[in-house]
């Protein structure tokens, strides 16, 4: 089956840049979602199709995907952004959707 | 306003079953294919299982299927999920996802969660 492997925690210091990798083989093939979720709450699309935002997200959200590693970028981190992070693809080879393990992030 | 609305969830007993329902509004329900993903305590996402709007393409996860079955009413913009010969790994809380775009495509993202239902197997 189809693995998504993302780092537990990322930790940044407010103003400053945040990036959380999503690896998976060959997952620059395939097209890869993000949404945040924070506690309690249901989780929301950030970033659609590697690098579309969806209304309402702001400008400082971004995502990259090539080869063996996407990649979702949060620029000018503010506290607000602390939540937990997942990346989705959909795997053909199994019909199934796969969510990467989700990725803590801290701001400090 | 786009809304999806979980009902269902409660206390069962291993081997028990039960019925899960999403009930959607604020958007075209027929023309979205429609997922279960599930979130057990202190855990990350787990896909369970979609369908496509007019429920010609259905997939399940491997941990659900045989004991689950996904259905949808369009007349009645509703998703459902039957869950039988639950077990104690079943437990979790159950959310409701929206396809992100119109047309048949197994690998939109999911663009509008319900809040959840919580579903706990217990004896």
């Known amino acids: 089956s189809y693995v998504l492997t993302q780092p537990p925690t990322v930790s940044v210091a407010p103003g400053k840049t945040a990036r959380i990798t999503c690896g998976g083989n060959?997952?620059?093939?395939?097209?890869v979602h993000w949404c945040l979720q924070k506690p309690g709450q249901a989780p929301v699309l950030v970033i659609s199709y590697d690098g579309d935002r969806p209304s309402g997200i702001p400008e400082r959200f971004s995502g990259s995907n090539s080869g063996n590693t996407a990649t979702l970028t949060i620029s000018r981190v503010e506290a607000g952004d602390e939540a937990d992070y997942y990346c989705q693809v959909w795997d053909i080879s199994t019909d199934h959707v796969v969510f990467g393990g989700g990725t803590k992030l801290t701001v400090l | 306003e786009v809304q999806l609305v979980e009902s269902g969830g409660g206390l069962v007993k291993p081997g028990g079953s039960l019925r899960l329902s999403c009930a959607a509004s604020?958007?075209?329900?027929?023309?979205?294919?429609m997922n279960w993903v599930r979130q057990a305590p202190g855990k990350g996402l787990e896909w369970v299982s979609s369908i496509s709007g007019s429920s010609n393409y259905i997939y399940y996860a491997d941990s659900v299927k045989g004991r689950f079955t996904i259905s949808r009413d369009n007349a009645k913009n509703s998703l459902f999920l039957q869950m039988n010969s639950l077990r104690a790994d079943d437990t979790a809380v159950y959310y409701c996802?929206?396809?992100?775009?119109?047309?048949?495509?197994?690998?939109?993202?999911?663009?509008?969660w319900g809040q959840g239902t919580m579903v706990t197997v217990s004896s």
């Open positions: 996802a929206k396809h992100q775009v119109v047309v048949h495509n197994e690998g939109s993202a999911f663009d509008i």
């Open positions: 604020g958007f075209t329900f027929s023309a979205y294919s």
């Open positions: 060959n997952i620059g093939s395939k097209s």
